[in-house]
Structure formats: C-alpha cells, structure tokens
C-alpha cells in the first residue's frame, strides 16, 4: 500500500491504536472476544457494546489524523484514509467523526467484519453516507 500512495506522492502514514502492535492497551479483538462472552445469546447487546468500543479506538485515529495535520510537509487539504479490516472499520467510524478527510476508502479483510461493516453502514446515519458505495 505504501508504494501506491508514495507514487502518487502522498505521504504513507500508519497509526497504531492502542493495544496494536507496540502501543499499550487492550488488543480491540481480545475486548471484543469478552464482550461477546459477556452477553452470549444477546448479540444485540454485544453489538451496541462494541459500536461504543469502536468509537473508544476511533480517539487514537482522530489523534493520528491531527497529528498529521500538524507536519510541515503534510497538504491538510488533501489527507485520504483508506484502511483494511478493524481498520477498515475505523475508517467508517472517521468518516462520520474527523473532518477534513477528503476521500476513504474501506477495505475488508475478513467475514466477520464484513458481516459487522454492514452494521456499522446502518448504524452511521441510517446507512446514508455520501461518498461510500457498500457492496455486502
């Protein structure tokens, strides 16, 4: 993914929320695992728990997105996310949260969080969200 960002000459960024690679906190899958435990046999009470817990791991991105905003060499007119799996989730949440992101672009990586990026398209402003065309 680097190479085709950098050779349109955009700069390659990858924040990692926490509890992801060397950031400390709880890893999103294991706190999903738990709540999933939790509430066995009521997925919808899983499910608004872990619509919160995205929103929670979605601070980190806005954090990153400013961060970046920030840098001398960065045009913050023209940032793009694009992300692939549970990152392909957060760039569905920073769609609707973080401003000045011009374009994203969701890639999935598995069928469970394909099944939950439907969720998460119903859920973000009754699945009205321009510039998104989900294909499930």
């Excluded at 374009?103 to 469970?112: C, L, P, Q």
């Amino acid at each position: 993914m680097a190479a085709f960002y950098n050779n349109k000459r955009f700069v390659f960024f990858i924040p990692h929320r926490h509890g992801h690679g060397r950031s400390p906190g709880e890893y999103i899958v294991d706190v999903n695992e738990l709540l999933v435990k939790e509430h066995k046999g009521n997925e919808e009470a899983a499910w608004k728990d872990e619509v919160a817990l995205h929103d929670v791991y979605n601070t980190d991105v806005a954090a990153a997105v400013e961060w970046l905003k920030s840098q001398p060499y960065v045009d913050k007119n023209r940032i793009v996310m694009s992300g692939v799996s549970y990152g392909g989730i957060q760039t569905l949440v920073s769609a609707e949260r973080i401003s000045g992101i011009k374009r994203k672009a969701m890639m999935i990586g598995t069928a469970k969080v394909s099944g939950a990026c439907s969720q998460w398209y119903q859920h973000l402003r009754g699945g009205a969200l321009p510039g998104f065309a989900y294909a499930g």
